[in-house]
């Protein structure tokens, strides 16, 4: 390729626009392969964390007197696999799921979607809490993947309204926790903000990159600061539908569970609201 047409030749060619355009185009490009390989990081070691956070919460709730982060590691990648293979099936499921809406709603020419919308706010909010009892049953109580599906998805219609007050409260919580996290997040734009509309303005490139340097300096700064924070919330979150679900299923905290609670073998014990 003649060098004329080097990004080096664009760069040193180019007009404020051609620039803007490069810098943003190399700052996707980046970004998006950095994304897809962290994505891939994350997934792992949120699923080993995950495992972790559940055995640890499940066995003091048991009793245990002293836990082990190298055992609990240790124990998670027993469940690794199985934990992988149920994300891959709700995986499919979704896709299954979007594929039959998108059909119903050109069958339909749309109307449909006055009955589906409402539908599937309905099934994502149910899903979303009977996959947190689904994790809980797969590591906690060491089940297969279906009989794991099947007793919570019990355990749910048996206690739906006290599900459904959980599901509400977690929701709030996460609304306000991303309202907050993102706050930063818009004041972190701000100068790279102001370098942009500066540059614009003043047909100079002079404010473009000091004012971009700074908006990714404070960036790189968040980014584990959130990742922390929002590892926080999650494990908070988590552990009180671990809770939740031993409540329901007739455990309480240790031993203290009378034993009149106790669930009889495959049965699961009603709220008395549900």
């Known amino acids: 390729m003649n060098a004329s047409y080097g990004l080096v030749n664009v760069w040193a060619q180019g007009d404020l626009v051609t620039r803007t355009v490069l810098l943003v185009l190399l700052a996707m490009s980046v970004a998006s392969w950095l994304v897809i390989l962290l994505r891939l990081i994350m997934a792992a070691v949120g699923t080993i964390g995950q495992i972790g956070l559940i055995n640890g919460t499940w066995q003091l709730e048991e009793g245990a007197q ?26 499919g499921v979704g896709i299954a799921l979007a594929l039959a809406v998108i059909i119903l709603t050109v069958v339909t020419l749309f109307c449909g979607l006055i009955v589906i919308i409402p539908a599937l706010f309905v099934y994502s909010f149910v899903y979303w809490i009977v996959v947190e009892y689904i ?6 109580d060491s089940m297969g993947i279906f009989d794991a599906i099947a007793k919570s998805w019990t355990v749910f219609k048996q206690n739906w309204i006290t599900s459904a007050i959980m599901g509400l409260l ?80 007739g455990r309480g905290p240790r031993d203290e569970a009378a034993p009149a609670v106790e669930a009889k073998a495959g049965e699961v014990p009603s709220d008395g609201l549900g």
Not at 135 to 140: F, Q
Not at 212 to 222: D, N, P, R
């Open 170 to 249: 977690v929701g709030v919580i996460e609304v306000v926790f991303g309202i907050i996290m993102a706050i930063p997040l818009l004041l972190i734009m701000i100068p790279g903000g102001i370098g942009v509309f500066t540059a614009i303005t003043t047909h100079s490139d002079t404010g473009l990159v000091p004012g971009l340097a700074v908006s990714g300096v404070l960036l790189l700064i968040y980014i584990p600061i959130a990742i922390f924070l929002g590892g926080v919330k999650v494990a908070f979150l988590e552990v009180n539908w671990i809770l939740v679900y031993r409540a329901l299923t």
């Open 66 to 91: 002293k836990i082990s982060f190298g055992a609990l590691i240790k124990d998670g990648w027993k469940d690794f696999w199985k934990i992988i293979l149920f994300k891959l099936l709700l995986i």
């Open 135 to 140: 994790l809980a049953a797969l590591v906690g």
